[in-house]
Every structure is written in C-alpha cells, then in structure tokens.
C-alpha cells in the first residue's frame, strides 16, 4: 500500500489494518483531580493517581479501550481515597486538640504549687 507519492503508508496496525477502531474520545483522565488531591491532600495516594491518569491517553493510543477505561477508574478512585485520607488526618487533628482543650481545662493549676 501506497500512497500517490509512492511513499508506504503506516496505520499503526501492524496487519496494516487501517489503525484503530476506537470508538470516540478517550475517557477522562482525571488528572485535575489527581494533582490537586496530591498538593493539597494526601501525597502517597495523590501519586498513585497520577500515575494513572497518566497512562490514559497512553493505553488509549494503543488501542487498549478497556485498559484505558479502568486506569480513569483507578485515578479517579485514587484521589477519592486522598481526599478522604486527608479528611480522616484533619479531624482527628480537630479532635486531638478539643480533647487537648477540655483535658487542659478541666485541670486544676492551684493543686500543682
């Protein structure tokens, strides 16, 4: 096959059967999610979702639609799990210092001369 200058023509498939049948765009990375849950909530975690979004559009272009399907599935429940970890982290933080206050509160400092 090809072309009127004579060159070959490359699909990408190597059957050279036309390239890829992907049916529409690729679905959403999620990537906003993942970076912003990385700075501003749970790091560890914010990574993992990154690392997956990021291979979106990768999986995509290779003609993995399932494969590209579950890694948006996996950021997206990778920065959910970061913003409930950092959600977890601050109210116990609230909580250490209420405890904190009505434990300091309640102490009487006239005992202690």
């Known amino acids: 096959m090809t072309d009127n200058q004579g060159?070959?023509?490359y699909s990408g498939d190597p059957q050279g059967g036309g390239g890829f049948n992907n049916p529409g765009p690729p679905p959403n990375?999620?990537?906003?999610?993942?970076?912003?849950?990385?700075?501003?909530c749970c790091l560890p975690f914010g990574i993992v979702?990154?690392?997956k979004?990021?291979?979106?559009?990768?999986l995509w272009a290779q003609g993995q639609p399932a494969a590209a399907e579950e890694a948006a599935n996996a950021a997206k429940k990778w920065a959910?799990?970061?913003?409930i970890a950092a959600a977890v982290v601050w109210i116990l933080y609230i909580?250490?210092?209420?405890?904190?206050g009505v434990f300091a509160?309640?102490?009487d400092v006239n005992n202690y001369r």
């Open 7 to 9: 060159l070959p023509n």
């Open 29 to 40: 990375n999620n990537l906003v999610w993942a970076i912003l849950t990385t700075i501003l």
């Open 49 to 51: 979702s990154i690392v």
């Open 53 to 58: 979004a990021n291979q979106v559009n990768t």
């Open 80 to 83: 959910i799990i970061s913003a």
């Open 95 to 100: 909580l250490l210092f209420v405890v904190l």
């Open 105 to 107: 509160a309640s102490v």
